[in-house]
């Protein structure tokens, strides 16, 4: 198994510009989300989904759009990048939704993005 | 409001030697703690997971433990070596939560020097 996959591992974009961040796990887990890390604070979850076709919001997620089309993929679209947007993205899946059962979390090794 | 707070931020050891992590949070109600290890440039790894009823969980030279009561966790690393050197992430969860509802602490940073 590849377990978590993320693509690219680094990008730089212009202020304005627009991308897609992949992602993809072969574990078939139904529950997958987008995480940032930003210097000196907790990762926090962007977005989320718990199964194909359904996605919600997490704690930030102005400025990103997701969806789920597959069990294995789940896109992190950036309509139009700002500055507050350098980070570092992870994704992570598990076998249920939400920390309220003790299943693992699996994480991607990350994607650093630079806005410009 | 739920919060996970992490001490120290930064620690540097002597190769051989033990340390312990503190992890003291504030999250209601309680379902379950985790204990993460994230090298540098990498994703965050499980080391280990304890739900209420557990006090003590060992993953190798990691030894977690859990005071539900006083809402404290630790982190104890034993005989220290050079791959030990990262961060190391509390994360507690809410009990029939969403996946919003996971709380991550903001990590203690661990240098491991020869």
């Known amino acids: 198994n590849a377990g978590v996959t993320q693509t690219p591992k680094f990008q730089v974009l212009k202020t304005g510009q627009s991308m897609t961040l992949q992602c993809a796990q072969d574990m078939n887990h139904e529950y997958m989300s987008w995480y940032r890390q930003d210097p000196g604070m907790g990762l926090r979850l962007i977005h989320y989904?718990?199964?194909?076709?359904?996605?919600d919001q997490g704690e930030v997620p102005n400025g990103y759009n997701v969806s789920r089309s597959t069990t294995e993929d789940f896109p992190l679209r950036l309509l139009s990048a700002a500055p507050s947007q350098t980070s570092v993205y992870f994704c992570?899946?598990?076998?249920?939704?939400?920390?309220?059962?003790?299943?693992?979390?699996?994480f991607g090794p990350g994607t650093r993005l630079t806005v410009t | 409001k739920n919060q996970v707070e992490q001490s120290p931020q930064s620690l540097i050891i002597l190769e051989g030697k033990n340390c312990t992590l503190q992890c003291n949070y504030t999250v209601s109600p309680f379902s379950n703690l985790r204990w993460y290890k994230q090298d540098t440039g990498r994703g965050p790894v499980s080391l280990t997971i304890?739900?209420?009823?557990?006090n003590t969980k060992s993953n190798g030279r990691y030894t977690a433990t859990l005071d539900a009561d006083t809402k404290q966790s630790s982190l104890h690393i034993t005989a220290s070596q050079l791959s030990d050197s990262a961060s190391y992430i509390c994360?507690?969860?809410?009990?029939?939560?969403?996946?919003?509802?996971?709380?991550f602490g903001s990590g203690t940073r661990l240098s491991i020097r020869p």
């Open positions: 992570a899946s598990s076998y249920t939704y939400g920390g309220a059962e003790a299943y693992e979390q699996y």
């Open positions: 304890m739900t209420f009823s557990e």
């Open positions: 989904s718990v199964g194909a076709g359904i996605t």
């Open positions: 994360v507690v969860s809410l009990l029939y939560s969403s996946a919003s509802k996971i709380i």
